[in-house]
């Protein structure tokens, strides 16, 4: 069995992930909702957009973070090769869109 691995996030940034998750949340139920009211297709691929840019700008501050603290910290505790390697893997998945 795998080890997990977590991360302990100030009480601020976490608010600020939940309610942009939330957002998102709201916005996808409303794409529901235009599909629903059969609403033209190009609106809601502008809303489809608007989800994917909202996603993307999540998991780039959730990156930056992770460099800030978690790897800074692997490096320092000479961990850092294995660190890198991991966040490069998960880089190369992020950036397939």
Known sequence: MTE?????????EKTRLLNRLKRI???????QKMIEE????????VQISAIESALHNVGL??????????VSDAVKSGD???SITELMDVLKQFSKR
Not at 4 to 10: A, C, G, S
Not at 38 to 45: A, E, H, K, T
């Open 38 to 45: 059969d609403r033209y297709c190009v609106d809601i691929l």
């Open 80 to 82: 850092g090769e294995a």
């Open 61 to 70: 501050g959730i990156t930056e973070q992770h460099l800030k603290h978690c």
């Open 25 to 31: 949340e709201g916005q996808v139920r409303g794409i």
């Open 4 to 12: 997990e691995k977590l991360t302990i996030r100030p009480d601020e």
